[in-house]
């Protein structure tokens, strides 16, 4: 992509302005305040758009960009991109939504599908972020600085492992980590969390639902009584009316109906308990709840066990598989399994001493080529001083005469451009005088009269003299008035005589002195002085060129020792052979990729290998739990005579039990309670007995003993009131009974989804393993890439650096946060940029710029280089260095240079195809 036009119709200070663009260099040239930065401001914002709202003046575009005027910023730029001219028209409102965007075919007007608010994303494929790292650089803004998720450092990744990079590491990161929130996220939706939460909540309905079993035997215990209760008060109120006619035998009868009311409780309490005992089995001694609990813990806590055993035996069956995968596939890198853990890098270290050494050789050469051509220049010099020995001979008088003749020719010109000769005044000299001689003798002839006539008035004593002496003093007053006119004009004679003179002198010196100089050019054979002064320049030349050519010889043969340089290559060469040779391996690139899939191999079967150890000593344990488990399940049903149960029915056995243990101890508490009142009733009596004694009334039931009629009409509204009460206790016991459990599970059920919720909780914790596991995997790759891809940009930067800055450092090396180190030739010590002067640390910084863009953009594919004053801080040398490798640079990039200094534009004047917009 280039940028060919801008057409800028307002934006800051800069209204209806269009500058044409070229495809290699472009400078964009004017002084402070002309707009420079505006312009490179404009380019960045048609391609990404105005930046978020900062308060910072200078970093808000939309408070910096937008006119005085108030005019919305707007404009067009035209690129070009893959052989389609694109146009891209913006105009910017006082918010982000309200900006409009327009990107479209410039010839046939068809839109482009491109992002309309970032089109730059997808023209260039960078990012804001990695546009101002690399294309886009500010003033003194050459620096970079690394970020948590730096794109540059990604795409180079994804570029060295895929040779693509629409693949990001950052985009495959966040997935994992966004799926494992999906487990562990603090905030609500994190499903191990909901899971826990469920879990609490399931022990919590647990816990309730056997408060609710026991509840209810209560409540089944109370209306059983509350039913017996209102069966006794109902006979009562029958019985009263009887109770006239047999008031003696009342009491007895009352207590005869109590006694058979036990002894009918006793039996049916007994019976029930009989049949409960039966269900619970023979050995009952160590039947209680607890050990029910015990069993029902064990019980459960072996399936639990059971189920995490079997799950680590699968897993580890299918580890112990691909352990063997792997040991076959490591077969496939014997070679490698010999050789150092750090190989890869020291063959890479060897490759680059290899190309480094081949590269000095062949400067070698170069050099030796050199040194022929300059002996052949020298021959040449000799020949041609040779022609030229007179003019040694005579060169230095012939010098300083030309500069006596510049001199005076500069005087000579210094003189006319001050002085102005009148040579028509010079002309009047001659008449001039002749007047003045006149008007003297005019003025004597009057001083003349005047003396006579006073002479005359003292001798007759009379005024008539006085006439001639006015006559005189009139005649002198007048020739004296011109007179003097006369000598003003003589003197500006004179002055006109003296320049006129120095002229005379100044040319008869430049005859004499041209005169000399023919006299030398005649010896010289030349023909005249002018072609004498070229000859002596050309001798000149041609000695100053003999002594830089003599120096440059003596440099070049110094510089000649190579028998070093093949041996240590030989060397070099038969150690990466043997390598090669070793592994099998054709070429360097196989080898390297060979050796990436051996680490990755390795790395693998070691975390297998790993994983493996840990499952096994895992599933021990494990077994060894289950097995104590097991044994504890057996001792405890054996005690209970309940072995041959099978495992698939404890758990309905242990439900069983748990309700008949809770009868049975509900039954046993209330035959306790009933015969011991049983036996206080009867008091050692013969129950046929007190039937006989009670005759007729044997049937009655009461309860307490009357004297009058009064009391038994009494106790009969008492027993209607009892009565009532116990039907409405009745109606409340029994919906109790009936809504206890509405709405509510069983306790069996609710065990069983507590176990399946802590089968996914185990799920869950087994895949968060598995992410995290994962992740550090990820992260431990996208390093390695990165080691692989780094000694690649230390080579660029370096080869970059070492090109503007006459060779000055030997080595770079660039950490992961763009800190760099670079090799003092001088020191041969490792120097920390901080170190180093801001010239040249900005041309540190421009050299892993340029090497970044290397990487990142195929030689063949041009993009624009946007540079704002970027070498305010270089010296004159620094600059001529960079500027000619950017020239360079620009036949396949599109460079433009913005800046206000007139340096630039003298060393790029050498070039003729350099584009320059004057401000």
Not at 296 to 303: A, G, L, M, V
Not at 495 to 503: P, T
Request: net charge negative.
């Amino acid at each position: 992509m280039i940028i060919k036009k801008l057409n800028i119709k307002a934006f800051g200070k800069i209204k209806d302005k269009e500058i044409e663009l070229k495809k290699g260099f472009n400078i964009i040239y004017g002084e402070n305040e002309k707009g420079k930065s505006t312009i490179q401001g404009f380019m960045r914002v048609m391609l990404y758009g105005m930046s978020l709202n900062k308060k910072s003046l200078r970093e808000n575009d939309r408070k910096r960009f937008t006119p005085w005027s108030g005019e919305k910023p707007c404009g067009e730029m035209i690129i070009k991109n893959k052989n389609e001219d694109i146009l891209i028209k913006r105009d910017f409102g006082g918010t982000k939504r309200d900006d409009e965007a327009l990107v479209i075919n410039n010839i046939t007007g068809e839109e482009i599908k491109v992002d309309k608010i970032s089109p730059g994303r997808d023209l260039l494929g960078l990012s804001i972020n990695g546009f101002l790292k690399t294309l886009f650089i500010g003033q003194l803004s050459l620096g970079i600085a690394g970020d948590k998720d730096d794109e540059i450092l990604h795409k180079l990744s994804n570029l060295e492992n895929l040779n693509h990079d629409d693949v990001s590491y950052q985009s495959a990161l966040k997935i994992l980590e966004d799926y494992k929130k999906i487990w562990t996220s603090q905030r609500k939706g994190g499903k191990l969390n909901d899971l826990r939460e469920q879990l609490e909540l399931l022990n919590s309905e647990y816990r309730e639902a056997l408060s609710l079993n026991e509840g209810n035997i209560e409540d089944n215990i109370t209306l059983n009584k509350l039913k017996d209760q209102r069966e006794l008060v109902v006979k009562d109120i029958k019985a009263l009316e009887l109770y006239k006619k047999h008031i003696k035998k009342i009491k007895l009868n009352k207590e005869y109906n109590d006694i058979l009311q036990y002894l009918r409780k006793t039996k049916e309490l007994k019976s029930m308990k009989g049949k409960v005992q039966e269900g619970l089995g023979e050995k009952q001694d160590n039947l209680n709840e607890e050990f029910l609990q015990k069993l029902w813990n064990d019980y459960y806590s072996y399936n639990e066990l059971r189920s995490l055993y079997e799950k680590l035996k699968g897993k580890y069956s299918k580890l112990k598989i691909e352990e063997e995968d792997f040991q076959i596939k490591l077969e496939k890198y014997e070679g490698f399994l010999t050789l150092e853990d750090d190989v890869n890098s020291k063959v890479r270290a060897l490759i680059e001493e290899r190309d480094l050494l081949k590269n000095n050789l062949k400067q070698y050469e170069e050099i030796e080529n050199e040194i022929t051509n300059i002996e052949k220049k020298l021959k040449s010099i000799e020949v041609n001083k040779e022609k030229l020995n007179i003019i040694s001979e005579i060169k230095e008088k012939s010098k300083e005469k030309f500069s006596v003749y510049e001199e005076k020719l500069k005087e000579l010109k210094y003189f006319l451009n001050s002085n102005d000769i009148d040579y028509d005044t010079l002309s009047k000299e001659k008449s001039i005088n002749k007047n003045i001689n006149v008007y003297r003798g005019v003025t004597i002839i009057g001083f003349g009269l005047l003396t006579i006539a006073i002479i005359i008035m003292i001798i007759i004593s009379s005024v008539k003299p006085l006439i001639l002496g006015a006559i005189g003093i009139i005649i002198s007053l007048y020739s004296t008035t011109n007179g003097n006119k006369l000598s003003v004009s003589k003197n500006i004679i004179n002055i006109e005589k003296n320049k006129k003179e120095k002229l005379d002198k100044i040319n008869m010196e430049l005859e004499s002195i041209e005169e000399e100089l023919k006299d030398l050019a005649y010896r010289a054979e030349t023909k005249d002085f002018k072609t004498l002064f070229l000859k002596i320049k050309e001798y000149e030349d041609i000695e100053n060129n003999e002594e830089y050519l003599k120096i440059k010889l003596e440099s070049k043969m110094l510089s000649i020792n190579n028998e070093d340089l093949k041996s240590n290559l030989i060397k070099n060469e038969k150690f990466i052979d043997f390598i090669l040779s070793h592994t099998k391996c054709r070429d360097e690139n196989e080898f390297f990729e060979k050796y990436n899939d051996y680490k990755n191999v390795l790395h693998d079967y070691s975390l297998i290998k790993r994983e493996l150890i840990e499952k096994k000593e895992l599933i021990d344990s494990q077994d060894k739990l289950v097995n104590e488990k097991f044994k504890s399940i057996k001792t405890k049903l054996e005690s209970l005579n309940k072995n041959h149960i099978t495992f698939d029915r404890i758990e309905d056995e242990i439900k069983d039990l748990w309700e008949k243990l809770k009868i049975k101890n509900s039954i046993e508490k209330e035959l306790y309670q009933v015969e011991n009142s049983y036996k206080l009733l009867l008091k050692d009596r013969d129950l046929e007995d007190i039937k006989n004694e009670i005759g007729e009334i044997a049937e009655g039931s009461f309860k307490e003993d009357f004297n009058n009629e009064e009391e038994i009409e009494e106790s009969y509204k008492k027993k209607n009131n009892e009565l009532v009460q116990i039907e409405k206790k009745l109606r409340d016991v029994d919906n109790s009974i009936n809504n206890r459990f509405s709405g509510k599970r069983d306790a069996w059920q609710i065990m069983q989804q507590i176990v399946s919720v802590k089968e996914e909780i185990l799920n869950g914790e087994e895949e968060v393993e598995i992410l995290d596991l994962a992740l550090e995997n990820l992260r431990l790759s996208f390093k390695e890439v990165q080691k692989s891809f780094g000694p690649k940009l230390n080579k660029r930067v370096k080869e970059i650096f070492r090109e503007v800055t006459d060779n000055a450092y030997d080595e770079v090396k660039v950490g992961e946060d763009y800190g760099m180190l670079v090799r003092d030739n001088l020191s041969s010590e490792l120097v920390d940029i901080q170190s180093l002067s801001n010239g040249c640390e900005d041309q540190l910084y421009f050299s892993l710029r340029i090497a970044l863009l290397d990487m990142l953009f195929a030689k063949e594919e041009t993009v624009p280089i946007i540079l704002d004053e970027s070498f305010v801080q270089y010296d004159d040398n620094r600059l001529k260095n960079t500027l000619d490798f950017l020239y360079e640079y620009s036949k396949h990039k599109q460079v433009i240079l913005c800046t206000c200094q007139n340096r630039e534009i003298k060393i790029m004047n050498k070039f003729n195809d350099v584009n320059i917009v004057y401000l």
